[in-house]
């Protein structure tokens, strides 16, 4: 073989050249194909660590003192789907696993990227100061970061308690104060890598957005197609024991290309990629209504709720108390708690550690429309005028299953406009080419009334067929 680091294998085969830039001293492994291209030899991955998912995960000596940092060790304590195991005892698994599992898919879905798009990526990132002559290798290690450390701000129960013990300060938000504050991550990363990564590596999972150039790493971190949504969806599947979640992402990492319209580049997808995407798009419907937002989940995560909003000393309030809670100091706490009925938050904790729930007395279908969650709504008063003695709750569920644009929408800006490459390269929304997406609902929601009742009692009954009678007489 030539030592011309220029040419290149004709045969196809995976034969390699090792080359070190004496400017940058970045390593470059020159294949046919663009293959992963290091900044030092401290960025290669040759720690390796097994996962139920993916096989190996992979990891470089720079990578290993971060995942091993106190802050990012202390996921390994915050279930990624909070009380679930109430209800699919396998789902134990941790935010510290799905963060590995993120890196890695992030990982493939840019080489991916690089294999067919590489010249044009490494022009786009080269522009960008402090990228000059390491642009694809500085571009994917600020991606790895920034798909390693998405949820490094979650704490005690993750979602289920977020919106009572981050308030003022979302998951989000707290992930991107860790990673650029110097006196938490921001001045391990400053060290290792420079004192522009912390604050790239956050604007990839801010609401805000990277500069344009940077768009593209966002979309595979958190886009309609992104690596954070793929293992989620394959770990909690794996581990609540459900086939919901599955889908070919291997084939949809292998469909991901590069569009350019109006200036602006973004990841589209291959036309043979389409039937993947659709699968991914039901997995989430799927795992939404069966795992996500589960009767009994909710239930829990309006117990979580209660008790932290009882709690005497109030709730956390620096960025060091919220990063000290976990799921194991909770837990213990709240099985103390539920010792003293003369504490505050006693009913809250009983009720989760004896597993003690309200059940569900009514429910509307999971398309509920503004008139029917009216309706729900006044059932629910009538029911508590009528069943004084009896604690009576509603629970609005409702999530988002896509943000696709459709083809008969009528207002800009409603929606992710994912473009679908056909052959000889014309490019359409893919709602336009699926009618499986185009039928799916982009949402749904429901309204679930649960009353304090024994399981098989005469009352629920009773409260049940009343529910019936009130749904019809309000018109529901």
Known sequence: MSSDPSERPSDGTSAKIESRSHETGAIHHLSRFRGPI???????????????????????????RIINHPIFQRLRMIRQLALTEFVYPGATHTR??????????????????TAKQGDRLESIFGAVAGFEGVALAKARQILRLAALLHDVGHIAFSHAAEHS????????????????DGELLGGLLTEMYGEDVPSLVASLISKSGPVPQFKVLQDIVSGQMDADRTDYLLRDSHYCGVDYGRFDYRRLIDSLDLIE?????????????????EALILARYQMSV?????????VYDKYLEWYFENLPEGLPQSVDDLIGLNDFDMFGRI?????????????????????????EVFATGMDARVKQLRIARKLTDQLKSEYTDVHIFDDL??????????PDDRDEGGGVDVRLIRPYGLAVSVAEESQLLRDLTTEFQCVRVFADVEPESDLRNEIKARAQVIWRELGG
Request: include cysteine; hydrophobic fraction near 40%; glycine fraction near 4%.
């Open 290 to 298: 069966q795992v996500y937002y589960h009767r009994l989940r909710r």
């Open 96 to 113: 510290f696993a799905h963060s590995l599992g993120v890196m890695e898919v992030a990982s493939q879905a840019f080489d991916s990227l």
């Open 261 to 277: 319209e109006e200036g602006v580049l973004s990841i589209a997808l291959k036309r043979e990629g389409i039937h993947v995407f």
């Open 335 to 359: 099985h103390v708690d539920s010792a003293d009925p003369a504490l505050p938050q006693y009913q809250w904790a009983e009720r989760i550690a004896n597993r003690r729930h309200h059940r």
């Open 165 to 180: 013990l981050h308030k003022g300060m979302g998951h989000e938000a707290l992930s991107e104060k860790i990673i650029t």
């Open 397 to 406: 569920a409702k999530a988002s299953i896509h943000k696709l644009v459709q």
């Open 38 to 64: 290091f900044l030092s030899e401290r960025d290669e991955p040759n720690d390796r660590v097994r996962c139920p998912i993916h096989g190996f995960i992979k990891y470089s000596a720079n990578e290993r």
